[in-house]
């Protein structure tokens, strides 16, 4: 039997589940002591850039101090173009310590993070929203076959999270997704828009009907799927779309 070279993923993943099987209580970020949480120290959590004013109302992109005093700021991208989410926002930018913390949970499957996690949304989501009320959780579907593929939907598991402190239904069925994406990293703002045009499909157009909805999704770069994943809502009858991502990038 012959072996071809090793490839240098697998030999990453050896070293880092050998790293795990040494040092198991340490920080993956900072290397400290973790105490009772698991793969990310609070501290390193609490390190995590957050977003403060002035951003845009409608989509929460960070604007320019020049902003401050504006009533209702909208960011170019929003006056020029009507979201069908009422509002979004983020705990983070995608940078730094929440950008290392979503790598390892998504794509290193530390599905552990996503009570942490969740619990900075929760934080995030009374900074934003205090004493708003929604009716329903829907976290952003993955593709049956990409699903499959990782093993779990990180958006999912948030609102897992999420719903644990809110006495709040989450519904991971009504909303799915029909078309298998490609990966949007390499795509520009008009290139996602159409990659996920026709992407989802409300399974049961009763269950948004005059609802308030809290969507739930790990990231938002262009906010192409959140924006069709709240069309699908909006045109099944919801009431309004709030929509709070992980991070989102600038
Ligand atoms: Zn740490
Ligand atoms: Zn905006």
Same mark, same amino acid.
């Given at each position: 039997?012959?072996?071809?070279?090793?490839?240098t993923?697998?030999?990453?993943?050896?070293q880092?589940?050998?790293?795990?099987?040494?040092?198991?209580?340490q920080?993956?970020i900072?290397?400290?002591?973790?105490?009772?949480?698991?793969?990310?120290?609070?501290?390193?959590?609490?390190?995590?850039?957050?977003?403060?004013?002035p951003y845009?109302d409608c989509?929460?992109?960070?604007?320019?101090?020049?902003?401050?005093?504006?009533?209702?700021?909208?960011?170019?991208?929003?006056?020029?173009?009507?979201?069908?989410?009422?509002?979004a926002?983020?705990?983070? *930018?995608?940078?730094?310590v929440?950008? /290392?913390?979503?790598h #390892?949970?998504?794509?290193e499957?530390?599905?552990?993070l996503? &009570? =942490?996690?969740?619990?900075?949304?929760?934080?995030?989501?009374?900074?934003?929203?205090?004493?708003?009320?929604?009716?329903?959780?829907i976290?952003?579907?993955?593709?049956?076959?990409?699903?499959r593929?990782?093993?779990?939907?990180?958006?999912? *598991?948030?609102?897992?999270?999420?719903? /644990?402190h809110?006495a #709040?239904p989450?519904?991971?069925?009504?909303?799915r997704?029909i &078309? =298998?994406?490609?990966?949007?990293?390499?795509?520009n703002?008009?290139?996602?828009?159409?990659?996920?045009?026709?992407?989802?499909?409300?399974?049961?157009?009763s269950?948004?009907f005059?609802?308030?909805?809290?969507l739930?999704d790990?990231?938002f770069?262009?906010?192409?799927t959140?924006d /069709?994943?709240?069309?699908?809502?909006?045109e099944?009858?919801?009431?309004?779309?709030?929509?709070?991502?992980?991070?989102?990038?600038?």
């Amino acid at each position: 039997m012959k072996f071809g070279p090793l490839n240098t993923q697998w030999v990453l993943k050896i070293q880092r589940a050998l790293f795990d099987l040494i040092f198991p209580s340490q920080c993956k970020i900072c290397g400290g002591v973790l105490g009772a949480a698991k793969w990310v120290c609070k501290g390193c959590l609490g390190n995590t850039r957050f977003i403060s004013p002035p951003y845009c109302d409608c989509c929460g992109i960070p604007l320019s101090p020049l902003f401050l005093e504006v009533e209702r700021p909208l960011c170019k991208e929003c006056q020029s173009r009507p979201m069908y989410f009422r509002e979004a926002r983020a705990v983070a *930018l995608y940078k730094g310590v929440m950008r /290392e913390c979503i790598h #390892l949970f998504k794509y290193e499957k530390k599905e552990a993070l996503s &009570k =942490p996690l969740g619990e900075l949304m929760i934080e995030s989501m009374n900074d934003y929203w205090g004493g708003k009320s929604f009716d329903l959780i829907i976290s952003v579907p993955l593709h049956p076959a990409r699903k499959r593929e990782r093993g779990f939907n990180q958006a999912e *598991l948030l609102a897992r999270a999420i719903k /644990e402190h809110l006495a #709040l239904p989450l519904d991971i069925h009504s909303l799915r997704r029909i &078309k =298998p994406t490609t990966s949007q990293t390499t795509l520009n703002r008009r290139e996602r828009l159409q990659n996920v045009k026709g992407a989802f499909q409300a399974k049961d157009k009763s269950a948004f009907f005059k609802k308030k909805i809290l969507l739930i999704d790990d990231l938002f770069t262009t906010g192409a799927t959140i924006d /069709e994943c709240s069309r699908i809502m909006i045109e099944a009858g919801a009431q309004e779309v709030y929509a709070l991502t992980l991070a989102r990038t600038v």
